[in-house]
C-alpha cells in the first residue's frame, strides 16, 4: 500500500455518495469511504451532534489505520471534519501527508452565521433544493422526507454550531481546496483564505457548477486529487523526483 485515503461525506449524505471512488484512484491506494455514527454502515450508532466530538470519535475509531503515508478528504461537513482532524494528528506529531477541502469555506471562529437548521421544513427543502445534492423524491415525498429530515437538520446544526479555535500559526501540511464557480454555501470568495492556513497551499481549483460540483461526473475532481496528492508526497520525500 502506498497510501490510504479517507473520504468524508457531506451533512445528511452518507458513504454511498462517493461509492465508486475507489476505483478512481491507483489500485495501491487503500481507499476508505467513512460513515458518520447514524448515517450508511454505522446507521446503528448513535448520532453524534456536535463537530468537536464527532471528531474525536473518527480519531479514536481510525486510530490503528492513521499510519504511514495518510491523507484526509472532505466535502462540506465532511471538509470540517478533515480540517479538524489534520489539527489534532498534527498536535500528536502524526499530521498527514495531504488534506483535500471540497466546497468548504474558510473558518470563522464566530461561526459563519448561517441557521439554515431551524428553518420550516418548506424553508429547509427550498435551501437544500438550491444548493442540489438531496434527490428530489426526498423533497418532494412527504414519507421520504420525514424519514431523512432529522439527519440533514443534525448535521446542518453540527456545521453551523461549530466554533474552530483560530489556527496559531499556518499548518505543515499540504493543502488543496476545490469548490464550485456558483456554489452559493461556499462560494470562491470564501475558499481563497484557506490559502494562509498552510504553509504548503498547492491552491484553489474551481470547477463549473454548485455546491456538488461533482456529482455529474467526479472524474475530473477525483484526476485533480489524484495529481495533489502525488505532489504532496514528492514533497514529503525529496527522493521522489518532481
Do not use: K
Request: overall charge negative; charged content about 25%.
Amino acid at each position: 500500500m502506498e497510501l490510504r485515503l479517507f473520504v468524508f461525506h457531506h451533512a445528511g449524505g452518507s458513504h454511498l455518495a462517493y461509492r465508486d471512488w475507489p476505483g478512481r484512484f491507483p489500485a495501491d491506494w487503500d481507499v476508505r469511504l467513512l460513515d458518520a455514527p447514524g448515517r450508511g454502515l454505522e446507521s446503528d450508532r448513535p448520532a453524534i451532534g456536535d463537530a468537536l466530538r464527532l471528531v474525536s470519535w473518527f480519531r479514536t475509531e481510525l486510530d490503528a489505520e492513521l499510519t504511514g503515508p495518510v491523507a484526509l478528504f472532505g466535502h462540506s461537513m465532511g471538509g470540517l471534519i478533515a480540517y479538524e482532524l489534520t489539527r489534532a494528528l498534527l498536535a500528536e506529531g502524526r499530521p498527514p501527508v495531504w488534506l483535500g477541502l471540497s466546497a468548504r469555506s474558510v473558518p470563522r471562529p464566530g461561526g459563519d452565521g448561517t441557521r439554515r437548521h431551524l428553518l420550516s421544513d418548506e424553508g429547509l427543502r427550498r435551501e437544500l433544493a438550491l444548493m442540489g445534492g438531496t434527490p428530489a423524491e426526498v423533497l418532494d415525498n412527504p414519507e421520504l422526507w420525514e424519514l431523512f429530515s432529522p439527519a440533514i437538520r443534525d448535521d446542518l446544526r453540527l456545521v453551523e454550531t461549530w466554533r474552530p479555535l483560530p489556527d496559531p500559526v499556518p499548518m505543515p501540511v499540504p493543502l488543496s481546496v476545490y469548490g464550485g464557480t456558483h456554489d452559493p454555501v461556499a462560494p470562491p470568495d470564501r475558499l481563497t483564505g484557506w490559502a494562509g492556513h498552510s504553509t504548503r497551499h498547492l491552491g484553489l481549483r474551481l470547477f463549473d457548477g454548485g455546491h456538488f460540483y461533482f456529482q455529474p461526473d467526479p472524474a475530473q475532481l477525483t484526476a485533480h486529487i489524484a495529481a495533489d496528492i502525488r505532489a504532496a508526497l514528492a514533497l514529503s520525500d525529496p527522493a521522489v523526483p518532481r
